[in-house]
């Protein structure tokens, strides 16, 4: 089992719809989850995190945590084309705050 | 504000050439600093990571090295590099706040031929 697993996609959403982007994750005792979107040939960008149960709003962004579950969702609400990216799942571990990396979901919003 | 530099942009290298990529963060002090590769069409991979100068930790086996001379510089290196090198490879530095949350350089794409 992978540490990290997304749905690769990719996920099409038309312009307007929610966008719902799932990650679980293996280890249980991680505290501290992260979203990032990369768009294609640039570096991830920081969208949200979240370390408490629950959800975490942010604009269009909402970010869902449930670690009985293993589970921490991304959703998109009012999906533009300029949504259109990689998002990237990542979970903090180590002394260092190490991140382990999901392999991404594919999101395109279709105009 | 923090800023972090990654150079160069891109980098066309023979195998067996040597290698050196650095990075710099301005703006913050004692920061960690990370090394992640993405090969094409694969997820992020941390290769080295740096809580202090001199201080290096690897997370995978693999002919690249890495160094931390001053506070705000990492540098990634090889001495040969090998096909299965290429990638884009990113810079990136967290803040040491309770959230730890990490934020990327530009990154250099690496081509070795």
């Known amino acids: 089992q992978k540490e990290v697993e997304q749905n690769s996609g990719p996920l099409s959403v038309p312009e307007g719809a929610i966008a719902s982007l799932n990650c679980t994750y293996s280890?249980?005792?991680?505290?501290?989850f992260f979203w990032y979107r990369q768009y294609s040939g640039k570096s991830p960008e920081l969208i949200m995190f979240?370390?408490?149960?629950g959800d975490k709003e942010d604009g269009r962004f909402t970010a869902q945590l449930n670690k009985a579950s293993q589970y921490v969702s991304l959703l998109i609400r009012d999906s533009q084309p300029s949504d259109s990216a990689t998002y990237l799942c990542a979970v903090m571990r180590g002394s260092a705050r190490q991140l382990t990396f999901g392999s991404g979901t594919q999101l395109t919003v279709l105009p | 504000s923090q800023t972090i530099h990654q150079w160069p942009a891109t980098l066309v290298q023979p195998v067996g050439s040597p290698l050196s990529l650095e990075c710099t963060v301005e703006g913050t002090s004692n920061p960690n600093l990370y090394w992640y590769r993405q090969a094409a069409g694969r997820g992020l991979q941390l290769l080295f990571y740096s809580v202090g100068i001199g201080q290096i930790s690897s997370e995978v086996p693999q002919n690249l090295s890495a160094s931390r001379p001053q506070d705000r510089q990492f540098i990634l290196s090889s001495k040969k590099l090998l096909l299965s090198d290429s990638g884009f490879y990113l810079c990136?530095?967290?803040?040491?706040?309770?959230?730890?949350?990490?934020?990327f350089g530009p990154g250099t794409r690496l081509t070795v031929t």
């Open positions: 979240i370390y408490s149960n």
């Open positions: 990136a530095w967290s803040v040491t706040s309770l959230s730890y949350e990490q934020y």
């Open positions: 280890d249980r005792g991680s505290q501290s």
